[in-house]
């Protein structure tokens, strides 16, 4: 998007003369003046609005702030890692067993993990005997983990390492898309280091989740670091328009997510309870909601990459008991091919 795109797009209502600032999609870039918010705005959590393109159905940030101030956010205090590092394995282990496993074959031996923070996914790929590469945005992070694992991990932008980069016959998107300024852009460029034939997968959160409708303001895909959210449809329509094909869609939930007593959602509720009564209200929770074939990585995380590599060997004859058959959980995730 041009500089001027980009200036239309973050006018306060007072450069227009007290009139609401004029929204222009970042994925169609349809123009219109005075939309209607599907989440509004909170001076302590969200000092922004989500509203939902009638074009193409993309929820976005508005009114957004320019790139750079975006890409400024995550510097050191930005926790791009998550948890400690048998939850970072375990996490890894869900993702590549979703994502990555089915493709496992000679055709599809070349990697690109953007977004890879501290490389646990890149590790285990390359184990399996991928030739990864893997990308973030934050310096700090990719020098700790390329010391740490001595893979090919580089900082910055794909726009910045797009004409060095070999050709991929996989790319994995593992929560980025939803950071992206310019989504169609970063998709294109996602397509130019593809290999003819080769393959995106894509995970975001999904805004047609049933968690995102019940918790509304408290679903935890809701914070100020998420500029886009997708539905199966607008990110379909979205890889369609950069030159993607035979797109596949489903959904899952973080296996950290599964019970509800670990969700900020019902928590939201819980927590105004008197203390004994939350704490058996979440014990019973925990014992009876949100078990599922994933419940092994919540009750025995993986503390290293020789036992993460032992874990997704145990989970992998679980697979097809874990079909991404559900529009309606927590993860929205795709692939597909270039064409």
């Not at 003369?17 to 302590?44: H, Q, Y």
């Not at 379909?236 to 950290?256: K, M, P, W």
């Amino acid at each position: 998007m041009s500089d001027h795109a980009t200036t239309a797009l973050i006018r306060s209502d007072s450069a227009n003369g007290g009139r609401r600032a004029e929204f222009r999609c970042v994925c169609c870039e349809r123009v219109k003046v005075g939309v209607r918010p599907v989440v509004r705005s909170d001076p302590d959590e969200r000092p922004f609005e989500m509203v939902r393109c009638t074009a193409c159905g993309l929820v976005q940030q508005f009114p957004r702030e320019p790139a750079a101030a975006i890409e400024s956010q995550y510097g050191e205090a930005y926790d791009a890692l998550g948890g400690e590092e048998p939850s970072r394995w375990a996490r890894a282990v869900q993702q590549y067993a979703l994502h990555i496993q089915r493709w496992e074959t000679p055709r599809y031996r070349r990697l690109l993990d953007m977004g890879c923070a501290g490389g646990h996914l890149a590790a285990l790929a390359n184990r399996r005997g991928w030739h990864v590469v893997g990308i973030d945005i934050s310096p700090e992070i990719i020098s700790g983990a390329a010391v740490r694992l001595g893979l090919d991990f580089r900082a910055g932008l794909l726009s910045r390492h797009r004409l060095t980069l070999p050709p991929f016959d996989l790319v994995f998107l593992g929560d980025v898309l939803e950071h992206v300024p310019e989504p169609s852009d970063f998709l294109r460029d996602v397509r130019g280091v593809l290999s003819p034939g080769g393959v995106v997968c894509i995970d975001t959160p999904n805004w047609a989740g049933r968690w995102r409708r019940w918790g509304r303001s408290h679903w935890l895909g809701l914070n100020r670091y998420h500029i886009n959210l997708f539905d199966a449809a607008s990110l379909s329509r979205l890889l369609a328009s950069c030159g993607f094909v035979d797109a596949e869609t489903g959904s899952y939930t973080n296996y950290r997510y599964e019970s509800w007593a670990h969700r900020p959602e019902p928590q939201a509720f819980i927590g105004k309870m008197p203390r004994p009564l939350a704490w058996r209200v979440n014990r019973f929770l925990e014992r009876r909601i949100g078990r599922s074939p994933w419940s092994i990585l919540c009750n025995r995380p993986p503390a290293s990459l020789d036992e993460a590599l032992a874990m997704l060997d145990e989970v992998a004859p679980l697979r097809e008991s874990l079909k991404m058959s559900s529009p309606a959980a927590d993860n929205l995730v795709a692939a597909a091919r270039r064409r």
